[in-house]
């Protein structure tokens, strides 16, 4: 489910906890690259839930580190950054210290996508909105 909300830290977790029937998510993400936001992200996920970073903080901000530091490491949280330009396009074929890459390229991603739409696994229709014409196109 993906929902936006606003309002005062205490609205906001009244509205996500009466959307989620009483539970925190158990992922949340931050597309704003706000820094404030980040630690709101934290508390409102669910211990041993994910913080997905697609933003980038861009302006400096005062604020307890140890306290989001905390809130990660007792609460078992994991805090991911989604940007995929440091991915590679095809699989790596070198290592470095004898590890390959843990990620999955472009490429590699492409291929589970496409098996599951073969499969069946992956629904594309109700994303489609509209169809039109090439020469419809302005």
Do not use: C
């Not at 706000?34 to 508390?43: F, G």
């Not at 994991?78 to 472009?106: C, D, Q």
């Not at 629904?123 to 489609?128: G, M, R």
């Amino acid at each position: 489910m993906s929902t936006q909300v606003s309002g005062s830290p205490e609205e906001v977790r009244a509205t996500i906890l009466e959307i989620t029937h009483g539970q925190l998510p158990d992922i949340t993400v931050d597309a704003s690259g706000l820094t404030p936001v980040i630690m709101q992200a934290v508390d409102l996920t669910a211990n041993l839930g994910q913080i997905i970073l697609l933003g980038s903080p861009r302006q400096s901000y005062q604020g307890d580190l140890t306290r989001l530091l905390s809130e990660i490491h007792l609460r078992n949280l994991t805090m991911r950054g989604a940007l995929e330009w440091i991915l590679p396009e095809y699989p790596p074929t070198a290592t470095f210290g004898n590890k390959a890459l843990p990620v999955l390229s472009h490429v590699e991603k492409q291929q589970i996508l496409f098996s599951w739409i073969d499969k069946g696994q992956l629904n594309l229709e109700p994303l489609i909105s509209h169809r039109i014409t090439p020469d419809a196109i302005q």
